[in-house]
């Protein structure tokens, strides 16, 4: 990858997250095993994953013969066990499918109120003092969540991974982050798609001889939100991952922030909480 195309941000934790990861939700099988191995070819180093798209075992053939120190991988511990020993025994399920030592970072997928946070964080603090955790987030979270864990966490929350795109901006949530020096990571930050046949993006995009993706991953990290693009093709990759050659202008920035829609796209039915 060229030199200064890569912006890295600094978590709580003191460890250092590459603003760009790839996602791998719905990527699966050798496609899944193909398109990670274009990506780090390409130029990306953070690949995000989680228990629950069930491909670490394909990630995990991607990156056997990459230096590991020079991967940032995020993975997720599932809802349905947030017990003490369900982390322990999630995350060393996690590190055995993807061969790997540890993970840079381990969230808590969906927060589930069936567990005692306090337990969970435990769980969490001993993995990092073990050292198969480099730092600890969590996804899906609302403030009253964080709020919650604040109380009861002894180790940083470094990361809260949201749904944040141009037609759902979660500013309240964004600025809460802020204040706590918790790192926001964008998931579906391209709406899942959907920018496509906007007229709005589209002439942004001509305007700055740029591709509407690049347009909105950009807006995304002049916020300084870690992106999370997920593509299976190969043609994309390094499209999405140039988005550190340009500047949008502070009226096209607006122009942008006032598009949202309080659109949200991923509401599975246990999300049952008030966003
Ligand atoms: N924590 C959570 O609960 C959570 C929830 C959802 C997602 N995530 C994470 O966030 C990642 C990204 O979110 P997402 O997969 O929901 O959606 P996304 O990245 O917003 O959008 C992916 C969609 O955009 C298309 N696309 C990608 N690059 C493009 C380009 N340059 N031009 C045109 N279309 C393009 C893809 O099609 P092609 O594949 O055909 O290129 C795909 O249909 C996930 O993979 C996962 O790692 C986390």
Redesign the pocket.
């Known amino acids: 990858m060229e030199e200064g195309l890569m912006n890295h941000i600094t978590l709580q934790s003191g460890h250092t997250i590459p603003q760009v990861g790839f996602?791998?939700?719905?990527?699966l099988d050798s496609h899944c095993t193909q398109i990670v191995l274009d990506a780090i070819k390409i130029g990306y180093t953070h690949i995000?994953?989680?228990q629950r798209?069930s491909n670490h075992k394909d990630i995990a053939k991607a990156i056997e013969k990459v230096p590991r120190e020079t991967l940032f991988i995020t993975s997720?511990v599932w809802r349905d066990d947030l017990s003490y020993q369900g982390v322990l025994t999630q995350v060393d399920q996690i590190l055995d499918e993807l061969k790997i030592e540890y993970l840079d970072l381990c969230?808590i997928?969906?927060p589930n109120r069936k567990y005692d946070i306090k337990d969970t964080f435990q769980a969490l603090e001993y993995l990092v003092k073990v050292g198969k955790i480099k730092s600890v987030g969590v996804?899906?979270f609302t403030i009253k969540h964080i709020q919650e864990t604040l109380k009861v966490s002894n180790i940083p929350i470094s990361v809260n991974?949201i749904?944040f795109?141009y037609k759902l901006q979660q500013y309240e949530l964004l600025e809460f982050c802020k204040e706590h020096n918790i790192v926001v990571e964008a998931?579906?930050?391209?709406?899942?798609?959907e920018f496509?046949e906007d007229e709005r993006i589209l002439k942004l995009a001509q305007k700055y001889d740029k591709?509407?993706?690049q347009i909105l991953l950009r807006w995304l990290v002049e916020k300084n939100i870690v992106v999370?693009?997920?593509?299976?093709?190969k043609s994309?990759l390094k499209?999405?991952l140039s988005i550190f050659n340009f500047q949008l202008s502070k009226e096209d920035h607006e122009l942008i922030n006032s598009l949202n829609e309080n659109k949200r796209i991923?509401n599975p039915h246990f999300a049952d909480f008030e966003y």
């Open positions: 996602g791998t939700w719905q990527v995000d994953t989680a798209y997720k969230l997928h969906w996804s899906n991974q749904e795109h998931y579906s930050p391209l709406a899942r798609g496509l591709s509407p993706s999370l693009p997920k593509t299976s093709q994309r499209e999405n991923i």
